[in-house]
């Protein structure tokens, strides 16, 4: 996307999309949840035990504007498990029990996942049978789905299972050690188990790369269609689809239209909602930190606009809270240089609120009611 034309179409967002003035930054005493809310919705973040713990600016940034949370990594199993059947969720705890004192609802991710696995793990999987690979993804779903049962309310259960890029005709991550042991049946199995271990939980399947007008992009809808299509054919008990929703207007082009388009397909499914990881790749923007800002909350306002406009969609979870801990400032593709922070989610670095908080405290507010569960 060439620079001119982003900078003309942030513009005109800005222009036709104001922010109401009863959420002027730093005026409003609301939090994000609470705006949330009054479309039936929830707002969240993700959060790690240590800065809950360490940080007391952050725990109450997190307090004020959260009502969900989840653990950026503490559920993961390469944190969870380092070796085979022994535990530590003591992280994970510390999260639930902060979210449980705090009236919130936690989310937990992610059960199965082709990264962040423990190095015994893989080879564990290639030397076994197809009954012990089985047991060796499904064991870690009925531990922690069991042990935070009326606690954690929805799982990610499988999280990427796409990648077009690959090579696979069907845009199937290939590369991943589950498809490689269980071929794609082992989506079936990872959510047959979840709803057999919590029935109540509400079951995601989550996936990056469907928010822009890109080729990269399409090709990852078009995949992750067509196997909802062969899953939802076979009966796989998923209740949701979780778009990450990571953000990256100086790199890759947003359609509005398009974007409606796929989340309408989405919900034809009969499927929640929800953006699970959302935050915006500043990197590539204008050197000032406040234009760079109001360009960033005029592509977040027109983005969450159109999730929000879907009855479907649910709730909105930023990856991080505040710029002083985002991912986006260490990971290479989006960090700047000389060690300046990525500016991408809705509190700086000193937990103040920037435009971008202003522009997810609009859409929320000018959000059509949420699809109740039985409609």
């Not at 590369?175 to 079936?188: F, N, P, Q």
């Not at 100086?250 to 309408?264: C, M, T, V």
């Not at 935050?279 to 977040?300: F, H, I, L, W």
Request: hydrophobic share 40%.
């Amino acid at each position: 996307m060439k620079r001119r034309d982003f900078l003309a179409s942030a513009v005109a967002l800005a222009a036709c999309s104001p922010v109401p003035p009863g959420v002027a930054r730093n005026i409003s005493r609301y939090g994000l949840a609470q705006h949330a809310r009054r479309s039936g919705r929830h707002f969240g973040a993700a959060v790690k035990s240590r800065l809950l713990r360490e940080d007391a600016a952050f725990r109450a940034a997190v307090a004020r504007e959260c009502d969900m949370v989840v653990q950026e990594y503490e559920l993961k199993r390469g944190t969870t498990e380092p070796k085979p059947g022994k535990y530590d969720f003591s992280g994970a705890d510390q999260i639930v029990d902060f979210a449980q004192e705090h009236g919130m609802l936690a989310r937990g991710h992610a059960l199965v996942w082709y990264a962040a696995n423990p190095p015994w793990l893989e080879p564990a999987l290639d030397a076994a049978n197809e009954k012990t690979r089985q047991q060796l993804m499904t064991s870690y779903i009925d531990v922690a789905m069991r042990r935070y049962a009326g606690r954690i309310g929805e799982w990610d259960v499988v999280n990427e299972a796409v990648e077009p890029n690959e090579g696979r005709a069907d845009g199937m991550r290939m590369g991943s050690m589950w498809m490689k042991a269980l071929g794609e049946h082992y989506i079936d199995i990872a959510f047959h188990k979840a709803r057999d271990t919590d029935e109540k939980a509400t079951l995601f399947l989550t996936d990056f790369g469907l928010e822009h007008d890109s080729p990269r992009c399409e090709r990852r809808r078009t995949a992750l269609l067509k196997l909802l299509d062969r899953l939802m054919g076979r009966g796989v008990p998923i209740d949701a689809v979780g778009i990450q929703g990571h953000l990256k207007p100086y790199k890759e082009r947003f359609n509005e239209r398009q974007l409606a388009d796929f989340l309408r397909m989405l919900s034809g499914y009969g499927l929640k909602l929800s953006i699970t990881e959302f935050d915006v790749a500043d990197r590539g923007g204008p050197p000032s930190p406040d234009k760079r800002d109001r360009e960033v909350a005029s592509v977040a306002k027109a983005f969450l606009d159109v999730a929000l406009d879907n009855p479907a969609m649910g709730s909105i979870l930023c990856w991080g809270l505040s710029d002083r801990y985002s991912w986006l400032s260490n990971f290479p593709e989006y960090k700047w240089p000389g060690g300046q922070l990525s500016r991408g989610l809705p509190l700086d670095a000193k937990m103040d609120r920037k435009p971008l908080w202003d522009a997810i405290a609009a859409a929320f507010d000018s959000a059509p009611a949420m699809r109740s569960a039985s409609a």
